[in-house]
Structure formats: structure tokens, C-alpha cells
């Protein structure tokens, strides 16, 4: 230890930096802080936390909302001085495991060696034992007992009569991955977080979009555009509980479709580094006028059908008779009222779009009927069989779309975490040295050994090999 | 018969168990201690047979593969599940280190639990996967974060027993700190026995949200007279224990466990425990994010309180390592570590608001 006075402000500093005890106070803050950022809510309007507040404060709650405000608690995360917590924690991490990894990076390099008397007979862990047979025997099966309790390499030095191995000596570094893990993990926040992007794109059924919108409204455009051709809702049998939710996309570049896919909950599209996830859709009656209602038209006995696309209030022939159909009413979600058997519409979502269909020969009306798409009953008409396919147009798919460029960085880091933990805790580092001498016709095994976890299994290891012996 | 009948039996099997465990402890009797292990291990064959009849149940519901169908998707399911993972990681150290007595302290935990699913009216029904539950990763996520659930459990029932054998004044603070906790415990319970009679048996409806009913019969009451009295009711419930803890001390004790094993077997918990719930729970929950929503980290109060966990468990391994912490301190972590679990875990379900609605039913 050097002396106070003497020392530099930078090594004081690194001091500090150095110390678990800063390493706890950090820890504390950002746990301290952050249990604060979860019971108040992130990034909403101020009237939900007000009135949470109010819950506690009374009437004073709005000017505590104003402290709280100020001092960066409602976006908390984001915040400079959170960030300057993690920093100062990384910087913390690095600092310390510089400061200790000399020492164990020479010990992770040096491999094991015959040890001293002395030090040897400071390390003997079983009485010793006697055994039968000549010196050279006993060497070759103590070689192969080792073997056995998993020291695969084992040397023999004859100068010292000690046979010696070792295992897991690189499991020491394993905190040191660890810790490492931790760094490539912020490492690749921050790259994300200046060179990518994030943001949300909101396209019609057969709409096109070469930008999306970020957080705080502000366009940004990608390099190529993005259409999307149809998005669908199924649902579980006979109910509202949805089973998927699908968006067919095409990435269009330079005029030339690039790239086509159906996306799902889990499964995105990546194009160039940046990624389409399904986030929401909507409905939106406005869009009528580009719709398009799909049906397939049976006409009645025969087994043909015809695929037709029309907008609403224009006809279609249906095959086979003189009868003109035209959709003139819909509804996304068409419900039976049970005490009155009236229809109407029961969601502002495409739960269960439906069309109302007049049929009609030489001008005059002769039929009308609601034709349901997830009710195959409602589809039979006098004329043929009509089935809904899908209103096309009228839904909307909402993408989150993401460029990370630092994401892999975090994978990466990842894995470290994964490997660093397996090691620090799994896997230790185990030394045996086993002395065999001849004396007056008896052979004498003293074994010494040490290990830098998990002693007892270590124990036990050597006792299978005492006994077998 | 079907899944909940099973359910039920390993239920009841589990609280025999209990019963036959304590009875074991107070008369050493080996024939009792063999029939609670006999108990304990039907309830487990129940309970697993019941795990494998649900997910025959779920797939019948969900068509969606057997991948998609292990029950593990909403809160009834993972306490289940939580509980499967606890009897077997004491079955595991009866066996290994060949002492039952542990038995009357880990049944218990098994036994509040179910009473727990009981009490609050979590819905039982099997509901088919939504889109956002789809993913391979939720079998991962989901179940190594259960697996280390349980293992902080045992570290958290170990180091309370260990507290209790070797806290001597009732001045200590490790006294205070571990009747304190327990009393905490006993008195949420009690009061979720008190929401339980108050609306499960007025409400029509008893499988609204219990979020919106927890506590409302006690501490969230709209009653100032009533909260008044359950804070009164608090503070009495761990004053008693407080006051009779050495009675407690006095049954622990007489079960001869040493507390070097109970110590032991605390760090051997969090040992396990941490790098499952970092792979598990933390990386596998930041690549299923980022698969599902496009962000591998939110700060939604859920991740957050998984890294509050995390630290404080990151914390009882450095000190352990480092300073060589040993005994009452850092038993005193470990339980504050498991509070922090049964927060992220419940806590942050039944008070918070977040993206992760999973659960919350
Ligand atoms: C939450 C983040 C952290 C994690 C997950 C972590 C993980 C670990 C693990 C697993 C070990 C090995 C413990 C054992 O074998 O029982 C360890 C050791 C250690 N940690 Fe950390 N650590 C973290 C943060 C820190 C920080 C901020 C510091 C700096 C003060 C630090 C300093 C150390 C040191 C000095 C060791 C001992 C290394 C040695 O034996 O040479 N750790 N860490």
C-alpha cells in the first residue's frame, strides 16, 4: 500500500474506481431508481401518473408530479443521469476486472508443475496410504485412476516422484467472460441507439410506403419501399380469440420486387438490416372507395366456380343466369342482437366482415342478402353460392419497424454471459499432485491436490481414487 | 379423469405431506417420515401425470402442435408449474443429502401456493395460444424462469432456517429482519384469504381481473377504517411473530440441521438459480422480445424488476465470493433476493401495468 499523500489524483480516482464499495453504491442506485421507473408510468400522458399520485399525495399530487417531472422520473430510462449510472457501472466493471485480471490471466497461463516438499505437504488432502506391489506399477495405475476421476492429461516427473495433472484452469477467466458479456451488452445499446432507428408504419391493404414515422413524429425514409398486399386475422373456431395475425409484404427497389413475405407475430421480415415486425392493424371504413370485395361465385348445380373483385355499388354477373349481383351494404363485424334477431355491427375490427348483396334481373330487384365470411351457411342464395373471401382495402397493418445495428453486439454478448456463467460456476479449477516413493519394499501414495470451487465434489473424486487404489 | 381432478389430488397429497412431515420431525419416527416421502413422491406422480393430461387437453384446444401446447402460458399454469419444480428440487435433497427435514419447511411453500391459486380465483380454463405467445422461445423463457424460481425458493427457505437457528437475542437485527419477513408473508396471505371471502362469494363474476380486487378488502380497501385496521392487523401479526419466534427456533432447531448445510445449501441454490434465470429468464426473454416486438429491452416493469433480481442475486455472489460473506449476512440477501423474485414474478403482475399481460389473468 502506498502511502496517502503521495498518491496521484489519478490513482486515487482509479482507487475509487476500483472499489466494490462504489460497485455496491451503483448497484443500489440504479436498483433503487429503477424500482421507482416501474410503479411510476414511462412515457404517458401526465394525467395517469397525477392520478396515481393522487392516490397518495392528495391534492398536492400535481406539484409532486412537477418534481418528479423535472428530475427526469417519467422517462426515466432515458434519462441523463440513469445513463450516467449504467456508465459509471461500466466503467466500474472494466476498471475492476483490469485491475485483477493480471494475476489470474498468469495463473490461467501457467501450466501445473511438480511443487516443492514443503508446499506439497501443505497441500496433502489424504493420510497416506500403502500399497502392494512394486514402485512402477503403482505409478502406472495411480496414471490410470486419474484417468478415471476425469484428469486426462496426466505427467510423471521422476526427479520428485510426483504424478500430477490438472483440469479447468481456463475456467478461471470464466468471470472474466462474464463480466466482458456485460460490456459487449451495453456496447451494442449504445451502437444501437446512435446508429439505428425505430419507428412505425401504418399501410392500407395495397398500399405502398418508402418511410415510416418515428416516436416523436418525424419521418424517416428507408432506401427502399415497402407494399403491403393483404393482411388477415383467423381466428380459433367459433370464436373471437385470435389465432394469427398475417401481413403479405413486398420490398420493392429500384421499380423490382425484391423480396416477398408473410409476416406474423413471430415472424418478421429483414431487409437490409432493418425489420418489419407485426405490431397491430385496424380498420378503417375511409378506405372504402379503393376496396375491394373478393368473392367466389358457384352458380347454382354447377360445380364451377368464378373468382370476382368488386368495389361497393358495382355489379357482377353471376354465372350461368341473367341475375346481377352488386354489394351495396358491409359491415366488419356483423353480430345477431338474441332477443330481437336484428343485425349489427359488434366490433370496429374485421372480426366477422360480411356483405350486403341485392341481386337483381332486367333492373328490378329480386333478392337481398347478408353473406358472412366465417359462416358458411349465410353463403347459399336463390342464384348459387356466394362466398366472401375477404373486403380487401379497408384493413390496415401496423409495422414496428427497427434498424439495430449494434443487435448482434448484444447476441454476442449474450453467449459470453452464457459461456462466462458456465464457467464460473460450473467448472472449477482442480490440481492433483500425487507423491509415490518406495521404502523398504513398500510403496507409499501421499495425494495433494487443490481446487477452486466446489470442493467437495473434488473430494469426493479423490476418494474414489483412494479407494480404488 | 382430467387434468384439475389430478391437480387436486397432488394438492391434497402435498398437504398430507406437510402434516406427515412435521409429525416426522416431532416424533422421529421413521415409518412416519417414510410415508410423508411416499405421499410426497404420489403427489409429484399426480401432479406430473396432470402436467402431460392438460398438455393432451391443450392440444385438443390450441391445434397447434404439441410445441404449442405445454400449459405454461398463463399465471394458474406457471404456479402449477412452480410448485412441480419445488417438490422436485426437495425430492432431489431428501435424496441427496438424506435428511427430511426439510420436508415440513418446503411443503409448505407448496402447499400456500396452491391454497394461493385457490384464494385469489385465478381462472383455471385452458385458453388457446394468442399470436403473441406463438414462439418457440416461450418454452424456454418460461420454463428455465420457473426452474430458477423454485431454486431461489429453497435458497430463501434455507437461509430463513438458518436465521432462525442462529439468532439468539431478540434484539439482533437478524431476528427482527427474519420474524419481520415472515410476518409480512403470513399477513399477505391473510389477506388474500380476506379477499377471498369478501368477493369471491359476493361477486357474481368471479373470474374478474384479481388485479382489480387484490387487497381491496384490506390495505386497498376505500375505507380509511378499514385500512387503518389492517395495518393495525399487520403490525400485530409480526409483533406475535416476533414474540413467539423462538418457539419457531426451538422446532427448527430440534431437527439437528447444521448450519453449515443450511448455508450451504442456500449458496448451492443461488449457484444453480443465477445462470438459469440469466439465460433463461434474462437472454431468453431479450431474444424472444426481440423477435416478437423489435426490442430486445424496454424497461417494461417486468424486465425491470428481472434485473432488480438480478443484481441483488449478482450482489450475494460477490459478496460471498469477495468478502467471503458468510452466515446471517448473507442470508439476509438471499431472502431479500427471493421478495424481489415473488415481486418480479407476482408482484409486478397483480400492481403494475406493462407489455407483459402474460400472466396477468
Ligand atoms: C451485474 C453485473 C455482474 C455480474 C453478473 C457479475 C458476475 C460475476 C460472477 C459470476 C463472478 C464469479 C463469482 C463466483 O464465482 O462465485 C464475479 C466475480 C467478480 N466480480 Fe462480478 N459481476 C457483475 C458486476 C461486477 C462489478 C460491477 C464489479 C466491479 C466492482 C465486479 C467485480 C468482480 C470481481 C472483482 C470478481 C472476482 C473475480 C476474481 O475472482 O478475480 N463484478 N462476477
Redesign the pocket.
Known sequence: MEDKKSQGIVDRIWNILTS?KL?VVVFTLISVTSIAGTLIQQQVEPERNIKMLTKVFGDSAPAVFKVINAMGFTDMYRSWWFLALLFI?AV??VI?SID?LPG?WKLAKTPIRPIEPEIFKSMIVRPQIQVKGKLEDTVSSVTAELKKIGFSNVLTDGKSGQIYSEKGRYSRLG?YV??LS?LLIMMGGIEGKFFGFDGYLALPEGGTASSIESRDGSKIPLEFSVRCDDFDVSFYDDTDTPKSYVSNLVVIENNKEVLKKQISVNDPLRYKGVVFYQASYFFNPDNIANSKFKMKVYAQGAGSSQDVSVGLDQSFDVPGTKIKGKVVDYSPAVGIDNKTGELFTYSNQMNNPAAFIEFSEAGKTVHKQWVLKRFPETWKTPFGSIQLLDIWGVQYTGLQVRKDPGVWLVYLGCLFMAVG?YA??FMSHRRIWVHVAEEKGKTTVTVAGSANKNKIQFDQKIDSLTKSL | MDSSQLFGIATIAYILAMVAYIAYLAFKNSTIGSIATTITIAGFVSHTIAFFVRTAEFLEVGQMGIMRAIPLTNLYESLIFFVWCIILGYLVIEFKYKTKSFGAFITPIAGMTLAFIELSGIHKDIHPLVPALQSNWLLSHVTMSFLAYAAFAISFATAMMYLAVTTEKKKDGAYIFWTTTLGVFITILAAMCIDFFAFKIAASRPESFIKSYLFKATFRSSSGIVVLLSTIGLGAIIYAVYNYGHILKKVITSFNLSKDVLDDLTYKSIAVGFPVFTLGGLIFGAVWADQAWGRYWSWDPKETWSLITW?VY?FF??AR??RGWKGQKIAIVAVVGFVSTIFTYLGVNLLLTGLHSYGAQ
Request: with cysteine; hydrophobic share 65%.
Open positions: 466494490i460497485a457501472f466500474n466493471l475492476c485483477r489470474i468471470v462474464t463480466h456485460i456463467l464460473a460456476f | 443484481f449478482a455472489l460477490h465470493y469477495l
